[in-house]
């Protein structure tokens, strides 16, 4: 059950539990792979500097549309929850979704 407050969504614990040894990279696999239809193909490579980590995550042609989703709102989601989850390291981390 996702409870609201106002603007902030807390995610079901559930979610943080599973998706490996807790970093920003095994989320953004963790959430890619239940979105698509080919969870074998995502790949998310990580890139890291002193203050700003990006992450490039790319997955089969045909289920980029569902990764991105409509206008936006999918990665844009996605975006929000490294931004929340990259906050509490006091670094900051980009999503970028490759072809």
């Given at each position: 059950?996702?409870?609201?407050l106002?603007?902030?969504?807390l995610?079901?614990?559930i979610?943080i539990?599973?998706?490996g040894?807790?970093t920003?990279k095994?989320?953004?696999n963790y959430i890619?792979q239940?979105l698509?239809?080919h969870p074998?193909?995502?790949?998310?490579?990580e890139?890291e500097?002193n203050q700003?980590?990006?992450l490039?995550?790319?997955v089969?042609?045909?289920?980029?549309?569902k990764?991105i989703?409509k206008?936006?709102?999918t990665?844009?989601a996605?975006?929000?929850?490294?931004?929340a989850?990259?906050?509490?390291?006091?670094?900051?981390?980009?999503?970028?979704?490759?072809?």
């Amino acid at each position: 059950m996702n409870e609201s407050l106002g603007s902030v969504v807390l995610l079901p614990s559930i979610l943080i539990r599973n998706y490996g040894d807790g970093t920003m990279k095994d989320l953004i696999n963790y959430i890619a792979q239940a979105l698509v239809d080919h969870p074998e193909e995502v790949q998310v490579t990580e890139v890291e500097g002193n203050q700003t980590s990006v992450l490039e995550l790319k997955v089969a042609k045909e289920d980029i549309g569902k990764v991105i989703g409509k206008q936006g709102r999918t990665a844009r989601a996605m975006r929000t929850i490294i931004s929340a989850a990259s906050a509490k390291e006091k670094k900051r981390t980009v999503l970028e979704i490759v072809e």
